[in-house]
T-cell receptor, first 114, second 116 residues
């Protein structure tokens, strides 16, 4: 089944404790991206990757890191999480980064930082 | 800058009624793409439909149909004969051909509640 998977689905952590949210797609998509969803602010892009080893900042990259060593994986790293990073996170992938193709989203990761 | 507005925050209907969701967008790009996504109570984002800016033909897919009008920058979405399982938040989204990052700009969402 073609899909984007994220792990973990739920995470409660404390301020400053490094964490990684994994994202994997099995559709051989070139493009991958991370969004966060917050009440009143909607969905905002954090980072994106046009292809392997090519990543760039989205609208809200502060406090996050990403890597794209393999085509299928695009982990999101929070090196020192803070409470303002409490959010619902989505990973997405698309055939290419040209905008003409729909993005498929993972199931979401609900993160709480205390 | 691109912007998507969904003026309806919540719509409540009785099962089998039709539901039309409004979406108005702003963009300076001549080539752009419009999408509708569904977010059910379980939280995932599900892709529904896509429309390219150069194709104003309106279509029907099952119980879904859409009305794209470039002249009014609108991309409305209709669910025909709604069902309880249609209860969700629906997002309209826009991406521009030449925008960096293939970013999707989402509207604020419209919550649809279908009552039995």
């Amino acid at each position: 089944e073609a899909q984007v998977t994220q792990n973990p689905r739920y995470l409660i952590t404390v301020t400053g404790k490094k964490l990684t949210v994994t994202c994997s797609q099995n559709m051989n998509h070139e493009y991958m991206s991370w969004y966060r969803q917050d009440p009143g602010l909607g969905l905002r892009q954090i980072y994106y990757s046009m292809n392997v080893e090519v990543t760039d900042k989205g609208d809200v990259p502060e406090g996050y890191k990403v890597s794209r060593k393999e085509k299928r994986n695009f982990p999101l790293i929070l090196e020192s999480p803070s409470p303002n990073q409490t959010s619902l996170y989505f990973c997405a992938s698309s055939i290419t980064g040209q905008g003409s193709y729909e993005q498929y989203f993972g199931p979401g990761t609900r993160l709480t930082v205390t | 800058a691109q912007k998507v507005t969904q003026a309806q925050t919540e719509i409540s209907v009785v099962e089998k009624e039709d539901v039309t969701l409004d979406c108005v967008y702003e963009t300076r790009d001549t080539t752009y793409y419009l999408f509708w996504y569904k977010q059910p109570p379980s939280g995932e984002l599900v892709f529904l439909i896509r429309r390219n800016s150069f194709d104003e033909q309106n279509e029907i897919s099952g119980r879904y149909s859409w009305n794209f009008q470039k002249s009014t920058s609108s991309f409305n979405f209709t669910i025909t004969a709604s069902q309880v399982v249609d209860s969700a938040v629906y997002f309209c989204a826009l991406s521009e051909r030449w925008a960096a990052g293939n970013k999707l700009t989402f509207g604020g969402g419209t919550r649809v509640l279908v009552k039995p």
